[in-house]
């Protein structure tokens, strides 16, 4: 069963890469388009599914609506910094490492979640610090991503600007239905025991795709 | 809604719990990961379930590499002499999927639009590509059937040459330009077009 649906995720060699049609709007064109950025930017976030299982482990134990924000802010930010920096700067990183690291960053929170860091070292690292790193991972996947297109410096930083408003704008969306989802669930005396299911089976999840991209910068280079 | 306890205040599952979900997690991973991901992404596999399952064929699937047409193989050259802000239109008849390679160069930067129209409307036209330059070379594949190609105009104070050399599967020649228009149906044979200049 997990292997039937893995397949039909597993589409592609990249965790996500942009699509054909969004590619070509990219690369042709001039000047500042922020709309159609901030569209692309909450795309990327709604249909990533390493962004979303990402999500769900970061907020599966937080139920006040002011800490989901505190928390997607926290990535965006993080996100906002390299992406800006990465594509300004020429600054390139494989893109199948940064999607292993993103991989290894739904590990580390489903780790977490089932205590796994209580119980290792005897403390809980910040979650805050966490969540502000794995942004700036994101953010520079996504830098590495968008230089392999041609773009207009025309622009180019409310472009960025537009993409990253987007982000956020597209993790609250996502995160509307986990969180109503989980706030649900947690009202359910089953919730404790499934939720160590749930976060292995988000570590599992996480495992696969490291060792997806992992595979695929040993072996496609 | 009732405010439930947070983590922080629930007793975490113990070291051995931890490890064995982990482990479990880990485990379970590594099964998906050999027995599938490998196989399909990357025709890489040890244990033989790609080929087992058919899986392995994803990986050797490539598309978009090789698209059959239907139609005649034909090659056409032209060259067009623009007097200072003439316009010409040169088109081809392409059936939706048809490909063509093309090249084309100017003495001059020129304006051009790289536009079809589909069949239904000859009043609508679909732009795909639209600048100033002096060349252009690249695959067309048509989105839709109808006739494709290219409007120059000349923006200089000058005449201008332009040569246009393309291959593909079309199937008429439609030139448009000031005052008037041109139609060829290709013949259904394997001889290149004529010379349009």
Redesign the interface.
């Given at each position: 069963m997990?292997?039937a649906v893995?397949?039909a995720l597993?589409g592609t060699?990249l965790a996500h890469p942009m699509s054909e049609q969004n590619a070509t709007f990219v690369q042709?064109l001039q000047g500042s388009a922020a709309a159609p950025f901030v569209y692309l930017g909450a795309k990327h976030m709604v249909t990533g599914y390493d962004h979303l299982l990402f999500l769900v482990g970061v907020v599966f134990?937080?139920?006040r609506l002011k800490d989901v924000v505190l928390y997607v802010s926290l990535f965006t930010l993080g996100h906002s910094v390299t992406l800006l920096a990465g594509v300004l700067g020429g600054i390139r990183v494989d893109a199948h490492l940064v999607d292993a690291v993103i991989g290894l960053s739904v590990v580390y929170k489903?780790?977490e979640?089932?205590?796994?860091f209580?119980?290792?070292l005897g403390f809980r690292p910040d979650t805050r610090m966490a969540v502000l790193m794995f942004g700036l991972v994101h953010g520079l996947g996504l830098a590495t991503k968008l230089q392999e297109f041609a773009l207009s410096k025309d622009g180019l930083v409310t472009n960025l600007l537009g993409f990253n408003l987007g982000v956020e704008v597209g993790q609250i969306l996502a995160l509307a239905f986990v969180v109503l989802a989980l706030?649900y669930w947690?009202?359910h005396a089953g919730f404790?025991r499934w939720a160590?299911v749930t976060?292995?089976?988000l570590?599992?999840?996480?495992?696969?795709l490291a060792?997806?991209q992992l595979?695929?910068y040993v072996?496609?280079g | 809604?009732?405010?439930?306890a947070?983590?922080a205040a629930?007793e975490?599952?113990?070291?051995r719990?931890?490890a064995l979900?982990?482990a479990?997690?880990?485990v379970?991973?590594?099964v998906?990961?050999v027995?599938?991901?490998?196989p399909?992404?990357?025709g890489?596999d040890p244990l033989g379930t790609g080929a087992a399952f058919g899986?392995s064929a994803?990986a050797d699937t490539r598309p978009g590499v090789v698209a059959p047409a239907t139609g005649s193989y034909r090659s056409d050259s032209a060259v067009f002499v623009l007097r200072p802000f003439e316009w010409i239109e040169y088109k081809y008849r392409l059936e939706e999927g048809a490909g063509m390679l093309f090249a084309w160069e100017a003495t001059v930067p020129v304006r051009y639009d790289l536009h079809g129209e589909p069949n239904a409307g000859p009043e609508y036209a679909e732009s795909f590509?639209s600048a100033d330059r002096q060349e252009g070379r690249g695959t067309f594949r048509a989105p839709f059937t109808g006739i494709h190609g290219w409007y120059w105009q000349n923006r200089t104070t000058s005449e201008v040459t332009i040569r246009l050399w393309t291959t593909g599967f079309y199937t008429a020649i439609h030139e448009f330009f000031e005052g008037g228009s041109t139609s060829r149906t290709l013949d259904d044979d394997r001889a290149s077009g004529g010379d349009g200049s």
């Amino acid at each position: 069963m997990a292997v039937a649906v893995w397949s039909a995720l597993a589409g592609t060699a990249l965790a996500h890469p942009m699509s054909e049609q969004n590619a070509t709007f990219v690369q042709g064109l001039q000047g500042s388009a922020a709309a159609p950025f901030v569209y692309l930017g909450a795309k990327h976030m709604v249909t990533g599914y390493d962004h979303l299982l990402f999500l769900v482990g970061v907020v599966f134990f937080l139920y006040r609506l002011k800490d989901v924000v505190l928390y997607v802010s926290l990535f965006t930010l993080g996100h906002s910094v390299t992406l800006l920096a990465g594509v300004l700067g020429g600054i390139r990183v494989d893109a199948h490492l940064v999607d292993a690291v993103i991989g290894l960053s739904v590990v580390y929170k489903g780790f977490e979640n089932i205590g796994g860091f209580e119980r290792l070292l005897g403390f809980r690292p910040d979650t805050r610090m966490a969540v502000l790193m794995f942004g700036l991972v994101h953010g520079l996947g996504l830098a590495t991503k968008l230089q392999e297109f041609a773009l207009s410096k025309d622009g180019l930083v409310t472009n960025l600007l537009g993409f990253n408003l987007g982000v956020e704008v597209g993790q609250i969306l996502a995160l509307a239905f986990v969180v109503l989802a989980l706030a649900y669930w947690r009202r359910h005396a089953g919730f404790a025991r499934w939720a160590l299911v749930t976060n292995s089976l988000l570590v599992s999840a996480g495992f696969v795709l490291a060792g997806h991209q992992l595979a695929g910068y040993v072996l496609a280079g | 809604m009732p405010d439930t306890a947070p983590q922080a205040a629930q007793e975490p599952p113990s070291l051995r719990t931890v490890a064995l979900a982990t482990a479990t997690a880990f485990v379970l991973a590594a099964v998906i990961l050999v027995t599938a991901v490998l196989p399909a992404e990357y025709g890489v596999d040890p244990l033989g379930t790609g080929a087992a399952f058919g899986l392995s064929a994803l990986a050797d699937t490539r598309p978009g590499v090789v698209a059959p047409a239907t139609g005649s193989y034909r090659s056409d050259s032209a060259v067009f002499v623009l007097r200072p802000f003439e316009w010409i239109e040169y088109k081809y008849r392409l059936e939706e999927g048809a490909g063509m390679l093309f090249a084309w160069e100017a003495t001059v930067p020129v304006r051009y639009d790289l536009h079809g129209e589909p069949n239904a409307g000859p009043e609508y036209a679909e732009s795909f590509e639209s600048a100033d330059r002096q060349e252009g070379r690249g695959t067309f594949r048509a989105p839709f059937t109808g006739i494709h190609g290219w409007y120059w105009q000349n923006r200089t104070t000058s005449e201008v040459t332009i040569r246009l050399w393309t291959t593909g599967f079309y199937t008429a020649i439609h030139e448009f330009f000031e005052g008037g228009s041109t139609s060829r149906t290709l013949d259904d044979d394997r001889a290149s077009g004529g010379d349009g200049s």
